[in-house]
């Protein structure tokens, strides 16, 4: 499940099965955003970053992630 408000923007997405994508969820990489199975990304996460890829990964509200440009939260 995605959420209607979530904004993945990218020029390479690819989610897998069971992935729940929750509300204010904002993923801006311009390289690709790989999402694999049974992820969940909770709600207010902001992402921005060259690549992203989360597999069976779990992101909770206030997460913080290292990207290959910088840091998000």
């Given amino acids: 499940m995605i959420s209607k408000n979530a904004i993945l923007e990218t020029n390479d997405l ?8 929750g509300d204010n ?7 690709k955003i790989h999402i694999g ?3 969940v990304l909770t709600k207010d996460i902001k ?3 060259t ?3 989360a597999g069976e990964y779990d992101l909770d509200t ?11 939260s």
């Fill in 51 to 53: 690549s992203f890829e």
């Fill in 37 to 39: 199975d049974n992820s």
């Fill in 62 to 72: 206030r997460s913080l992630v290292r990207c290959s440009t910088g840091v998000s």
């Fill in 25 to 31: 969820v904002e993923i801006r990489c311009p390289e």
């Fill in 14 to 21: 690819q989610i897998g099965k069971n992935v729940v994508i």
């Fill in 47 to 49: 992402i921005n970053c």
